[in-house]
């Protein structure tokens, strides 16, 4: 079989808009986004869904279809915006667009939304299995241990040995340690 270079094929990127209407608006919908893209859409969807180890639905729905939006279209958001995520995906929703913008694109859309589905799921059972528990241990030790080493260079170890020292010398007396904390009892 006889070898043809990849660029006699003459393939272009597909940079296919659709223009949908939004009160008198004309908004561009991408059709087609480019596979880096799309992994970072997942990415930040998984992120921000997972709740407790488990994704909670509704932080799914709503994170997914603003992650469209936001890439898929030409709809610029202000920082002030973005700041209420809730508040904007019920404007977005109540009024209409996200379904306009999943219309414009819906292959795109149901291709990544299956996607998304299947990462989660997996990354779900992988969080909650005994490898994935035993990695989040084994990756918060650092951070622990840390925290371990500052609380032990604040002990008094000068307290420690006369605590140590009572609890030898009054090892009868059940109530040494709480005298010593304590007082003498009235």
Same mark, same amino acid.
Not at 14 to 28: F, L, P, R, S
Not at 43 to 49: A, F, G, I
Not at 112 to 118: A, G, N, V
Not at 134 to 145: D, F, G, H, L
């Given at each position: 079989m006889a070898k043809?270079?990849?660029n006699k094929l003459n393939l272009k990127k597909?940079?296919?808009?659709?223009?949908?209407?939004?009160?008198?608006?004309?908004?561009?919908v991408k059709n087609y986004l480019p596979i880096e893209e799309k992994m970072s859409l997942i990415?930040?969807?998984?992120?921000?869904?997972m709740e407790y180890g488990f994704v909670n639905p509704l932080k799914l729905e709503k994170y997914f279809n603003l992650y469209f939006v936001y890439k898929y /279209?030409? =709809?610029?958001? $202000?920082?002030?915006?973005?700041?209420?995520?809730?508040a904007l995906y019920d404007i977005l929703e109540t009024n209409g667009v996200i379904d306009a913008v999943v219309q414009a694109s819906p292959d795109d859309y149901s291709y990544?939304?299956?996607?998304?589905?299947?990462y989660l799921e997996k990354y779900e059972k992988f969080q909650n299995s005994f490898y994935g528990m035993? /990695?989040? =241990?084994?990756? $918060?030790?650092?951070?622990?241990?840390a925290e371990a080493m500052n609380m032990l260079d604040n002990l008094d170890l000068e307290k420690i040995a006369k605590t140590m020292k009572v609890a030898q010398l009054n090892a009868g007396n059940?109530?040494?340690?709480?005298?010593?904390?304590?007082?003498?009892?009235?």
């Open positions: 043809i270079s990849f597909d940079t296919t808009i659709n223009v949908i209407k939004i009160g008198d608006v004309e908004i561009e990415d930040l969807v998984v992120q921000d869904s /279209t030409n =709809i610029s958001f $202000s920082d002030a915006n973005r700041k209420d995520e809730d990544l939304f299956e996607k998304c589905e299947e035993a /990695t989040k =241990i084994v990756n $918060s030790v650092p951070e622990n241990m059940e109530n040494a340690l709480e005298v010593l904390v304590n007082g003498q009892n009235k």
